[in-house]
């Protein structure tokens, strides 16, 4: 399996079966200075005491089912495995560990959806795996959708007015989506998804940083333009570092494209941002409003009417999901993309540029200044 890379001011990589590591690189004229700190080590030995302990769980009865992570409102089982023997950390003066959990994801490619610190120089690393989904005791299950059948009360049509005008509007407004804005939309198959945690946000700063970089480092800065042109849909967020990347223009698209070699852009429209049809949508997934401000994490926003889906045969649509994530770089942002049904996304988008806007956001979740 070849090394598994998150990006952002850090770059986070895991090589399995071998090394985590954490590193920067910086040009100076024309030598590039790295700096690097292990996160842990892969150890044959702890491999073979974990297989002896479940071999003896077994053999005993006592065997537990997978833990599970929650991810996206889904609980999801997940393989644990640890690499100990990292760099020694200032602050602890232990040797830094991580734990990489992988999970079954059908349409991954071993992408890390996720990295955080737990405690000081203890990380977990989320892994993104079709490989896991072999296994039945790692497979996710999907959740079951009982249909409801309504009878009419005599005197009364077989479907309610209401509903039948909010379909029709809703059929108009779709027809008027999927017209291609200014000629470029371009056709497509089924989107290979990739979720991408392109970083989520950069961990802080190992202690032993050299005191030069400490220094160099701001605080986290308010950029009052950088805010009004996301607002605007001019500053458009990027992530992803596979074969698809994922770009998010607020309140107006969210593609998921592939740059070909001479340079041209192969892309499928995940959907186009419409008041109406977000309003709509919110009408019919009532939890999708935001949740009182105390207790508000991310606002929801519904794009539609995308690139044309062969396998459903309905346009492509996404939930993007807005969430705060603190960072010492206005800049830093993580983006990542699952399909829960075929053709149906959710993008998670984690940045400080959220972060003072999600408590002003109205009824609607609809951000402002």
């Known amino acids: 399996m070849p090394c598994l890379q998150l990006e952002s001011y850090w770059t ?8 985590v590591r954490q590193y920067h690189e910086t040009k100076e004229g024309k030598q590039t200075k790295l700096i690097e700190y292990f996160l842990g ?12 302990e479940l071999d003896a769980a077994i053999a005993a009865g006592t065997a537990a089912s997978p833990k599970k992570l929650r991810l996206e409102e889904l609980d999801l089982p997940y393989l ?15 040797p830094r560990e991580t734990l990489v959990r992988y999970v ?3 349409g991954g490619r071993h992408e890390l959806v996720s990295f955080q610190e737990s405690s000081s120089c203890q990380y977990v690393i989320v892994v993104l795996s079709p490989l896991l989904c ?42 008027h989506l999927m017209a291609p804005p200014d000629g470029e939309r371009q056709p497509g198959g089924r989107a290979e ?22 220094e160099s480092k701001a605080s986290p800065v308010y950029d009052e333009k950088l805010v009004n042109d996301f607002l605007a849909g001019r500053h458009c967020l990027n992530g992803g570092s596979g074969w698809w990347r994922y770009e998010f223009c607020y309140g107006k698209r969210v593609d998921q494209y592939h740059v070909n070699r001479d340079g041209s852009r192969t892309t499928l429209h995940l959907g186009f941002f419409s008041h109406d049809v ?37 346009p492509r649509s996404v939930e993007v999901k807005l ?17 829960p049904r075929t053709c149906e996304y959710i993008l998670g988008v984690e940045s400080p540029i959220i972060c003072g806007l999600i408590d002003s956001a109205d009824e609607d979740g609809l951000l402002d200044r």
């Not at 080590?41 to 002896?52: G, N, V």
């Open 134 to 175: 072999s296994h039945p005791d790692y497979r996710v299950t999907a959740d079951v959708e009982n249909s409801i059948h309504c009878i009419a009360l005599s005197n009364s049509p077989k479907r309610p007015r209401s509903l039948l005008e909010l379909e029709s509007e809703s059929l108009a407004l779709r027809h």
């Open 41 to 52: 080590r892969y150890s044959k030995d702890t491999l073979k005491s974990q297989i002896a």
């Open 278 to 314: 977000h309003r709509q949508w919110l009408r019919a997934n009532p939890l999708k409003r935001p949740k009182p401000v105390p207790a508000r994490r991310h606002v929801s926003h519904f794009y539609s009417g995308g690139t044309m889906c062969d396998e459903s045969g309905a």
């Open 193 to 214: 998804p990739r979720p991408d945690a392109p970083a989520p946000a950069p961990a802080p700063a190992p202690a032993e940083e050299p005191a030069a970089a400490a």
């Open 104 to 106: 079954c994801h059908a």
């Open 323 to 339: 969430k705060c994530k603190l960072s010492d770089s206005p800049n830093a942002v993580s983006l990542y993309l699952l399909e």
């Open 12 to 19: 986070y990589e895991v090589c399995h079966g071998d090394f």
């Open 80 to 94: 644990e495995v640890p690499y100990r023997d990292g760099t020694v950390c200032d602050l602890t003066g232990r």
